[in-house]
């Protein structure tokens, strides 16, 4: 392969990217601004599937060796940790590889649609697939780890970490958080979202 091979293939894979992000913003201002606010999970994920590539529960984590145990686990039966993105501006928690907005006040829902890539839909998590919502187990988590999680449905576990159908967020810690980012956006995250606890260390009482 020449290196005018590799850089058509490059410009190629950009060009079909570039298509692929402009479906997604034309279904976004179709959608109108709720939906683009609060997408929760249906933004294209297929293109953010490429964009991330696949992922273990964070990066650096040794790969997921995953079992399926019984469906229909309750809340609060499962613990994890994790971070977001945050809009700095609004205080909106987002996912990690993509624009996904956790809506304040309601549990976040696993979804899959790329079937046009990988296969028939599916109902996520799945062993086969990367969709699901991910966070380590306590004790393996990192200092990225400033958020707390509820999981629950249908999960998949993995030597460092879940993969479930359902979470939420309970608490943040505001130590590591502000290892990151400043009081002022983590005001402005509580206010988005009032039902998560502030904590200074994980060993106070949830």
């Known amino acids: 392969m020449t290196v005018s091979d590799v850089i058509w293939i490059v410009l190629v894979g ?6 692929l992000l402009g479906v997604e913003a034309l279904l976004q201002r179709r959608g109108g601004k709720k939906q683009v606010a609060l997408n929760q999970g249906r933004v294209l994920p297929f293109a953010s599937w490429i964009l991330a590539g696949p992922i273990n529960a964070y990066p650096g984590s040794t790969p997921l060796s995953l079992v399926f145990p019984d469906d229909g686990i309750r809340l609060g039966e499962i613990v994890g940790r994790r971070a977001w993105h945050v809009d700095i501006f609004s205080g909106y928690l987002l996912a990690l590889n993509s624009p996904i907005v956790w809506p304040p006040g309601e549990a976040m ?14 109902e996520a998590p799945d062993e086969a697939c990367t969709c699901g919502l991910y966070a380590l187990k306590p004790g393996q988590d990192v200092a990225d780890c400033w958020g707390e999680v509820e999981l629950w449905g249908s999960y998949l576990e993995g030597e460092r970490g879940y993969c479930a159908q359902y979470a939420r967020p309970t608490r943040i810690n505001r130590v590591l958080f502000l290892g990151k980012y400043d009081q002022k956006i983590l005001d402005r995250v509580t206010n988005r979202y009032p039902e998560i606890a502030i904590v200074d260390t994980w060993e106070e009482a949830r």
Do not use: N
């Not at 950009?14 to 298509?19: F, Q, R």
């Open 109 to 122: 829902e696993a979804h899959c649609e790329s079937g046009v890539f990988r296969g028939a839909p599916h």
């Open 14 to 19: 950009m060009t079909i990217m570039g298509l």
